[in-house]
């Protein structure tokens, strides 16, 4: 559906700051149907901001190719980590990892089942696609979610077919593959398949035939996770078995409950573990990131950015706009009263040699012909007009108050005293 690309942002002092790039297949871009489900994603995610979720900071166009400009974890995904663990038989995933991991996930996903829209209705999100290559592992311990090209919320503008599946078969809820109609408990499934494909080293259902998967649920959901590994304690067994349960009622009701028990769990086993745990005891010794690290700064370093410079517009032209002021306690501004503000635009105007007269109306400038060539029309004004003296510019001049000069030598005439009556009091 899209190539992944890294980039790189630099700035002043050569600052650097890598991200991810999704790019469309142009080929999937000429498709309504996938369109419509870019455009739910973008409505989407860009308003997200949640530790245990991938941001995304622009979904746009350049020519015919769409993508999506997201924050670059620098890690594997759950699938690779999952590879890694499976390729090394003698190496386990330790019990708090596994935990932690989850509860992370879950974390993310109750913030997504919790979204409002801007009247504060909700939204009824679903992401229906929690599997492996959706869950991203950093070096650094932190665990986020991803890709919610397949989400379900209230603000879909593109219905999925009621005959059609949507999603990794090998973790699908029962009811998903029913073809019913899912919500929130379909996520916290997934999170139970994860969770017992963590403990154990092994795939929850390996079969690629539907029919076979539906039916190998049903048995698969009663295995405890202590059958295959025996070092397990009996609660993280009840989690795993009420996380798959294959009734949606007889699993945990919310994300958040099921990360409170995940919890409980850690702490009886370690209290204290966190992502530098992880990162340290599990993510250097299994992914060795010092060698991916340091081929990707090279790869960055080797860019030829004489290159890039060159393929960019000559200038950028600033336009000057309107924005009502962010700080309200500052006295000089007034309520309602709107400030001058600097955005940028990527387009050339050529053949002007002022690019500031090409960003305000046409009809100003003509209306100004033959006054004072001032460089910038008015942008505030004092309430009820432009008042006497007031000069036009880029920041407004109130009329100043009037005030009596006096001589260097004056002294002021001294105050009258009036003398009070001890006994009368007048």
């Known amino acids: 559906m899209g190539e992944i690309y890294v980039a790189v942002a630099r700035g002043m002092w050569g600052l650097e700051k890598l991200f991810a790039i999704k790019k469309i297949i142009p080929s999937l871009s000429r498709e309504p149907e996938f369109m419509a489900r870019f455009q739910d994603e973008a409505r989407l995610v860009i308003p997200m901001n949640h ?4 941001q995304v900071f622009e979904v746009g166009r350049s020519g015919e190719e769409y993508f999506i400009a997201m924050e670059y974890v620098e890690g594997p995904n759950l699938g690779e ?4 663990l499976w390729h090394h038989r003698d190496r386990r995933l330790p019990v708090t990892a596994a935990l932690f991991i989850i509860r992370e996930l879950l974390a993310g996903l109750d913030y997504c089942h919790h979204r409002t829209d801007s009247a504060g209705l909700a939204l009824g999100l679903v992401h229906r696609d929690v599997s492996p290559s959706n869950v991203l592992l950093s070096y650094d311990g932190n665990v986020k979610l991803a890709d919610f090209g397949l989400a379900l919320s209230r603000l879909k503008a593109y219905e999925t077919q009621p005959n059609r599946v949507m999603g990794h078969l090998g973790y699908m809820a029962p009811e998903a593959m029913d073809g019913h109609r899912v919500d929130h408990r379909a996520d916290i499934f997934c999170a139970g398949v994860l969770l017992f494909e963590l403990l154990t080293c092994e ?8 029919v076979v998967i539906r039916q190998a ?3 698969r959901s009663q295995v405890r996770p202590s059958e295959i590994r025996g070092d397990l304690p009996p609660d993280v067994d009840a989690l795993v078995v009420r996380a798959v349960a294959e009734s949606p009622d007889q699993r945990f009701p919310t994300a958040r409950a099921f990360q409170d028990a995940v919890q409980k769990a850690l702490i009886r086993i370690d209290a204290l573990y966190d992502a530098r745990r992880l990162a340290d005891g599990v993510m250097s010794p299994l992914c060795r ?5 340091q081929r990707l700064r090279q790869m960055v370093a080797s860019l030829d950015m004489e290159e890039i410079e060159a393929e960019r517009p000559a200038h950028r032209t600033v336009c000057i706009g309107e924005a009502i002021p962010l700080s309200h306690d500052t006295q000089r501004r007034r309520r309602g009263v709107k400030a001058p503000v600097l955005t940028f635009i990527d387009e ?6 002022e690019p500031m007269q090409t960003i ?7 209306r100004q012909a033959g006054e004072d060539d001032d460089t910038l029309p008015p942008l505030v004004q004092p309430r009820g007009g432009p008042q006497r003296g007031h000069r036009v510019g880029l920041r407004p001049r109130w009329p100043a108050r009037r005030r009596r000069r006096r001589s260097p030598d004056h002294t002021p005439p001294p105050r009258p005293v009036k003398w009070l009556d001890v006994e009368t009091g007048h």
């Open 51 to 54: 530790p245990n979720v991938v």
């Open 203 to 210: 795939r929850f259902i390996s079969a690629d035939d539907p």
């Open 217 to 219: 649920v049903h048995a």
């Open 289 to 293: 990131p010092t060698e991916p690290r």
């Open 81 to 84: 980590f999952l590879s890694a």
């Open 360 to 366: 305000w109306n046409r009809e100003q400038t003509d």
């Open 348 to 353: 050339v105007f050529e053949g002007d040699t």
